[in-house]
């Protein structure tokens, strides 16, 4: 056989102009990773005190939705009858109030009003019976004021028609009197719940309730008011000092504007996954920090796999679950200081340990750097849970005891559950919103080993429920393409004879089927 050197020269004429991927096809670089969403934590329930822990399984049990529907919820109901009636005290001059902002991310179809009606309704009760208990207090200062009102009226007609050497001591007695009435009031009638409230209306209800108030719905709505529904511009100045405890003035129609210290606005709220992605654009929703104050959750949705005879919420959990939280909610009602929880020595020990974790992990680099401004609120927060939880841990005489180390480590672990849901929530926020479809995309052609489809016969092999319309498949295969598991063949010359164009065929990176 002739070597190619003793070949005639003739033979190896145009090769050298030939480009090697016209025989072999282009060649591919190395993909960029495109990887699934960790699992996240199940919200630990044995943290909660027995009582309230039994709820919480009780009512995801009878309503078979996730434990965290009903968990973050029973802490926000917490809050909501100790929120600006108790801080935490956790060292030095640092001191936590107890009010929480919660938002749990679950679809339509989760039965989130089943859920928010048996965590709710006993608070709805405990209202209930302070209005009664107002009344009396109520109807006196009604009549109080009445009856000063006549008596100013009346010295004012007597000083108009005194004799000129009696007008000015008579006039300067009708004014007193005036002056007496004007600043008489009404207690409000109670309220502890307040839904789809303006910031204004917050605001005015923080001022007639003593300071604080709680937001707790089904839906997202609020997360609309604070975007600027009403206004047509964001609004959220209300909850940012509703949170951090910041002194409020409050301008309410008729009177002198009303200053309130340390207000404690309490949010619960279960919304759609996608009003998370949406509230990164909010207008100064991050750079204020609004974000960073609530704790997020997104369990798993169960719709597809319940329980269709599950066990029923138990009476006597619902009833103990009633007293105990209507006790708390009553015994702490009338507290204008709040009662300042204190910490042993060895839950300041567990803390400490806390913030050290967290201190360490928020340097560039570090594990919390995406979610800094949340992170840098996660050591409050947890002192924040410790109280909720050594509240309902002694709902009957809590403020005259310390907060204990277990019950520390308990709201570390919640602490922990939080930062897990964040940082997915916050990666949700920023990363681009096919990473999930086109994830599944990829799976399902390294199962299938396809090296070269075309996007119709991808459709067809793929479940309707995540892709219903072929159209949904564009966003996915753009960024496979981008990030170079898949590239698009150029599409063949059009005949002229009109019809349909040919579906387009793509080529898969050779990875795709050697990892199957």
Same mark, same amino acid.
């Given at each position: 056989?002739?070597?190619?050197?003793?070949?005639?020269?003739?033979?190896?004429?145009?090769?050298?102009?030939?480009?090697?991927?016209?025989?072999?096809?282009?060649?591919?670089?190395?993909?960029?990773?495109?990887?699934?969403?960790?699992?996240?934590?199940?919200?630990?329930?044995?943290?909660?005190?027995?009582?309230?822990?039994?709820?919480?399984?009780?009512?995801?049990?009878?309503?078979?939705?996730?434990?965290?529907?009903?968990?973050?919820?029973?802490?926000?109901?917490?809050?909501?009858?100790?929120?600006?009636?108790?801080?935490?005290?956790?060292?030095?001059?640092?001191?936590?109030?107890?009010?929480?902002?919660?938002?749990?991310?679950?679809?339509?179809?989760?039965?989130?009003?089943?859920?928010?009606?048996?965590?709710?309704?006993?608070?709805?009760?405990?209202?209930?019976?302070?209005?009664?208990?107002?009344?009396?207090?109520?109807?006196?200062?009604?009549?109080?004021?009445?009856?000063?009102?006549?008596?100013?009226?009346?010295?004012?007609?007597?000083?108009?028609?005194?004799?000129?050497?009696?007008?000015?001591?008579?006039?300067?007695?009708?004014?007193?009197?005036?002056?007496?009435?004007?600043?008489?009031?009404?207690?409000?009638?109670?309220?502890?719940?307040?839904?789809?409230? @303006? &910031? *204004?209306?917050?605001?005015?209800? /923080? %001022?007639? +309730?003593?300071?604080?108030? $709680?937001? !707790?719905?089904?839906? #997202?709505?609020?997360?609309?008011?604070?975007?600027?529904?009403?206004?047509?511009?964001?609004?959220?100045?209300?909850?940012?000092?509703?949170?951090?405890?910041?002194?409020?003035?409050?301008?309410?129609?008729?009177?002198?504007?009303?200053?309130?210290?340390?207000?404690?606005?309490?949010?619960?709220?279960?919304?759609?996954?996608?009003?998370?992605?949406?509230?990164?654009?909010?207008?100064?929703?991050?750079?204020?920090?609004?974000?960073?104050?609530?704790?997020?959750?997104?369990?798993?949705?169960?719709?597809?796999?319940?329980?269709?005879?599950?066990?029923?919420?138990?009476?006597?959990?619902?009833?103990?679950?009633?007293?105990?939280?209507?006790?708390?909610?009553?015994?702490?009602?009338?507290?204008?200081?709040?009662?300042?929880?204190?910490? @042993? &020595? *060895?839950?300041?020990?567990?803390? /400490? %340990?806390? +913030?050290?974790?967290?201190? $360490?992990? !928020?340097?560039?680099? #570090?594990?919390?750097?995406?979610?800094?401004?949340?992170?840098?609120?996660?050591?409050?927060?947890?002192?924040?849970?410790?109280?909720?939880?050594?509240?309902?841990?002694?709902?009957?005489?809590?403020?005259?005891?310390?907060?204990?180390?277990?019950?520390?480590?308990?709201?570390?672990?919640?602490?922990?559950?939080?930062?897990?849901?964040?940082?997915?929530?916050?990666?949700?926020?920023?990363?681009?919103?096919?990473?999930?479809?086109?994830?599944?995309?990829?799976?399902?052609?390294?199962?299938?080993?396809?090296?070269?489809?075309?996007?119709?016969?991808?459709?067809?092999?793929?479940?309707?429920?995540?892709?219903?319309?072929?159209?949904?498949?564009?966003?996915?295969?753009?960024?496979?393409?981008?990030?170079?598991?898949?590239?698009?063949?150029?599409?063949?010359?059009?005949?002229?004879?009109?019809?349909?164009?040919?579906?387009?065929?793509?080529?898969?990176?050779?990875?795709?089927?050697?990892?199957?």
């Amino acid at each position: 056989m002739s070597t190619p050197e003793e070949m005639s020269p003739d033979l190896w004429e145009g090769f050298d102009q030939l480009d090697p991927e016209q025989i072999t096809g282009p060649a591919w670089d190395e993909p960029v990773p495109i990887t699934a969403r960790p699992a996240l934590p199940t919200f630990p329930v044995g943290t909660l005190p027995a009582w309230l822990g039994d709820m919480v399984r009780g009512v995801a049990e009878e309503t078979q939705t996730p434990v965290d529907l009903a968990g973050c919820l029973a802490l926000a109901v917490i809050a909501t009858a100790a929120g600006g009636r108790a801080k935490v005290c956790v060292r030095g001059h640092w001191r936590e109030p107890v009010n929480l902002y919660t938002a749990i991310a679950l679809d339509p179809g989760n039965r989130k009003s089943a859920v928010f009606d048996l965590m709710v309704r006993p608070l709805l009760d405990v209202e209930k019976t302070l209005i009664e208990l107002s009344g009396p207090v109520r109807a006196e200062a009604e009549t109080t004021i009445r009856l000063a009102k006549s008596a100013a009226d009346k010295a004012a007609q007597k000083a108009a028609t005194a004799e000129p050497v009696a007008r000015d001591a008579l006039t300067a007695e009708a004014v007193a009197l005036a002056q007496t009435v004007e600043e008489m009031t009404v207690p409000a009638v109670p309220q502890l719940i307040a839904d789809d409230a @303006t &910031p *204004e209306t917050i605001g005015t209800l /923080l %001022a007639q +309730q003593d300071g604080r108030i $709680s937001c !707790l719905s089904a839906e #997202g709505e609020l997360f609309d008011i604070i975007a600027g529904r009403y206004s047509g511009r964001p609004n959220m100045g209300m909850f940012l000092k509703g949170h951090a405890g910041d002194m409020v003035r409050v301008n309410r129609q008729g009177r002198e504007s009303e200053h309130i210290d340390s207000p404690a606005v309490t949010i619960g709220l279960a919304i759609q996954p996608e009003v998370l992605d949406s509230l990164a654009r909010i207008d100064g929703a991050d750079g204020r920090g609004l974000l960073a104050r609530f704790l997020y959750s997104k369990p798993l949705s169960l719709v597809g796999s319940r329980n269709l005879s599950p066990a029923l919420l138990s009476e006597d959990t619902a009833d103990l679950y009633a007293r105990n939280l209507g006790g708390l909610t009553l015994a702490l009602a009338d507290w204008t200081d709040p009662a300042i929880l204190t910490l @042993t &020595p *060895e839950a300041d020990a567990v803390i /400490l %340990a806390f +913030q050290k974790v967290t201190e $360490s992990r !928020l340097g560039k680099g #570090g594990s919390f750097a995406p979610i800094v401004k949340w992170a840098s609120k996660r050591d409050g927060a947890v002192a924040r849970i410790a109280g909720l939880l050594h509240l309902a841990t002694h709902p009957e005489d809590g403020w005259h005891r310390p907060i204990e180390a277990a019950t520390m480590a308990a709201a570390t672990e919640l602490g922990d559950y939080f930062t897990a849901h964040a940082l997915d929530v916050f990666d949700a926020m920023t990363a681009a919103p096919a990473r999930d479809t086109a994830y599944a995309v990829l799976a399902h052609l390294r199962s299938s080993r396809m090296d070269g489809f075309s996007k119709r016969e991808l459709f067809r092999t793929l479940p309707r429920a995540d892709f219903p319309a072929i159209g949904d498949l564009d966003p996915a295969l753009a960024l496979l393409e981008e990030h170079g598991w898949i590239r698009q063949q150029p599409q063949p010359p059009r005949t002229g004879r009109g019809g349909r164009p040919p579906s387009p065929r793509y080529d898969t990176h050779p990875r795709v089927t050697r990892s199957a």
